[in-house]
């Protein structure tokens, strides 16, 4: 999800925590169990930092260890001892609780984005990614704004948050379901289908789909049971040539391979050099894909520049590479 929906969920968790009647009784414990919600529904997060390294290594990481069995331990050890350290007069081992289940809820709905998470891990590197939810949820967060506002406005936070996370299970079963009914049509439209992605978008009903077919990669769109064919793709393998060779090899292209399950590629030969380009079908947005990789090198074989990343400017393409010059 979101910051600001990992923000209004941790603030809600706070409220809801006084269902405890340690947290409740005790106001140094019901205190920094406050801080701790909203801190634990950031922290596995830290990891954006890396994209001020470069997108190669944010991509691969993003979502990944900071995300891991391990990690959820050890955000929620460190949050609860940290905050100990100002409340000495909480009761420990419910600082850590609400913590731990702060941090585990924040990888918990990520897992329901079309990003995913590396949750599994160390057991699995696998990303976990079921696309039921949109990164940002106008209905999620928006459910948590209407709580927070009547908890301040007086109302007790116990029962507030009970009925809003009980209207949200429901509210993502709803998806569930949804998810079902457009896959089901997506299977009687598209012949030969191997394997389905949907992307939900901010509007309730609409998907974005990419699908990898037995020879063909398709991307539609598809509103309720309505599916819009916008482009195919003839599904061919990478070359295995001294070009190809040397562009998996670059950083960037491996960061973009790592992470995106659907592709087509091209190689583009100019007068003074050559460009390979990787291009996401999932992420279609108004006839651009905006979720790319290329690589530039001369002719005989050394790379010149590379970049990965969300660019939806086409113009800003040239500057990238001029910018990410090896």
Do not use: C
């Not at 930092?49 to 979502?63: F, G, P, Q």
């Amino acid at each position: 999800m979101d910051t600001g929906t990992h923000i209004v969920m941790g603030i809600a968790l706070g409220g809801f925590a006084l269902v405890d009647p340690v947290v409740y009784n005790d106001t140094a414990t019901a205190q920094s169990v406050f801080i701790a919600t909203i801190v634990g529904s950031q922290i596995p997060d830290i990891d954006t930092v890396l994209k001020l390294r470069n997108n190669a290594v944010y991509i691969r990481n993003h979502r990944g260890i900071t995300h891991s069995i391990p990690a959820v331990l050890l955000w929620s050890v460190l949050v609860a001892i940290i905050l100990y350290f100002f409340f000495p007069e909480a009761n420990l081992f419910h600082l850590w609780l609400w913590s731990f289940i702060a941090v585990s809820l924040h990888v918990f709905v990520d897992i329901f984005n079309a990003y995913g998470t590396q949750a599994l891990r160390p057991f699995s590197s696998k990303w976990v990614a079921l696309g039921w939810i949109n990164t940002f949820d106008p209905f999620i967060f928006g459910s948590h704004l209407v709580g927070i506002l009547f908890w301040i406005l007086g109302g007790d936070p116990r029962i507030i948050f009970t009925i809003i996370y009980l209207v949200l299970i429901g509210y993502y079963l709803y998806r569930f379901a949804l998810r079902r009914a457009v896959i089901h049509s997506i299977e009687d439209f598209i012949p030969d289908v191997e394997k389905i992605i949907l992307n939900p978008t901010i509007k309730f009903f609409q998907w974005r789909v990419a699908v990898i077919a037995k020879d063909k990669f398709y991307v539609a769109r598809a509103y309720k049971r309505s599916i819009v064919l916008l482009d195919e793709f003839k599904r061919v393998p990478l070359p295995d040539n001294p070009i190809m060779n040397v562009a998996i090899q670059d950083k960037n292209i491996q960061a973009f391979l790592s992470f995106s399950p659907v592709y087509r590629w091209e190689i583009e030969e100019e007068p003074s050099h050559i460009e390979v380009r990787f291009i996401d079908l999932r992420y279609r947005s108004n006839d651009h894909y905006p979720f790319f990789a290329i690589v530039k090198m001369d002719y005989d074989l050394n790379v010149l520049s590379s970049y990965t990343g969300w660019i939806y400017n086409k113009n800003k393409i040239r500057k990238k590479l001029e910018l990410n010059t090896i």
